[in-house]
């Protein structure tokens, strides 16, 4: 059952539907319209096919980064311990996300919910423990 705008009129249970089916329509107008601008707007005859072709192989594996050629190669690849940082970066910010509604819910539910933190802080302290055992955050 829908929400009733008006009492009395069974038309306007459905109208929460209007804005489901306007904004699916919207997307696929809009992937439609992305994928038919391109085809207008490309030029259709190049005056010298071959010389665009060797400016563009010539530029396609550059990379380009905010406005400036990069002086790495395309394919630079980074040391592993910024991924390792990264890791536990996501991790550890995944689970402090989880401190904001045991705060806004310590007055409802009591001394339960104090002691189910706990038990979440320390096996986030152990995860941390576990890191720094395996030398994770040391930068070799």
Excluded at 11 to 26: A, D, K, L, V
Excluded at 63 to 72: D, K, N, R, T, V
Excluded at 84 to 103: G, K, Q, R
Aim: contains cysteine.
């Amino acid at each position: 059952m829908g929400v009733c705008i008006m009492e009395g009129s069974l038309i306007n249970y459905n109208f929460g539907y209007f804005f489901i089916f306007f904004i699916t329509g919207f997307a696929i107008f809009f992937s439609i319209f992305n994928l038919i601008i391109p085809l207008i707007l490309a030029p259709k005859d190049w005056e010298d096919r071959n010389q665009k072709t060797k400016i563009l192989k010539k530029w396609r594996y550059k990379p380009y980064e905010s406005g400036e050629l990069s002086p790495l190669p395309a394919r630079f690849q980074y040391n592993i311990h910024y991924y390792m940082y990264a890791i536990l970066f996501v991790i550890f910010d995944i689970e402090v996300l989880f401190f904001i509604p045991w705060v806004l819910s310590i007055r409802e539910f009591g001394i339960a919910v104090i002691i189910e933190m706990f038990v979440f802080i320390v096996v986030l302290l152990v995860g941390l423990y576990y890191a720094i055992a395996k030398n994770a955050l040391i930068w070799k």
